[in-house]
Nanobody
Framework: QVQLVESGGGLVQAGGSLRLSCAAS????????MGWLRQAPGKDREFVAA????????YYADSVKGRFTISRDNAKNTVYLQMNSLKPEDTAVYYC????????????????WGQGTQVTVSS
């Protein structure tokens, strides 16, 4: 069973940075897409960034392109989301998620989720 544990959320001023971490366990993830998704209050969950564990394709939502970077540490089975130039509209609960499918950004493919970590950006 896939287990995903996020950490690193918090409160930051607009223009600041945060790095989220996701410790993944329970599977060999070579055939997975790993991603970050978020849900703001009163809004639907949305895609933020993802990569295929093998193959290296990376995807970003247009709203975060150039500001956020997704990366991984293979030895630690950990996925990161570096968030720079944060905006108040980035405020949301951020979820680490895994899809048993390569090269996807479709939310319906992400069957495993972490518990979420709150990111709040003040103006």
């Amino acid at each position: 069973q896939v287990q995903l544990v996020e950490s690193g959320g918090g409160l930051v001023q607009a223009g600041g940075s945060l790095r989220l971490s996701c410790a993944a366990s329970g599977r060999t993830f070579s055939s997975y897409t790993m991603g970050w998704l978020r849900q703001a209050p009163g809004k639907d969950r949305e895609f933020v960034a993802a990569f295929s564990w093998s193959g290296g394709r990376i995807y970003y939502a247009d709203s975060v392109k150039g500001r956020f970077t997704i990366s991984r540490d293979n030895a630690k089975n950990t996925v990161y989301l570096q968030m720079n130039s944060l905006k108040p509209e980035d405020t949301a609960v951020y979820y680490c998620a895994a899809a048993r499918k390569l090269a996807t950004r479709d939310l319906s493919d992400f069957g495993s989720w972490g518990q979420g970590t709150q990111v709040t950006v003040s103006s």
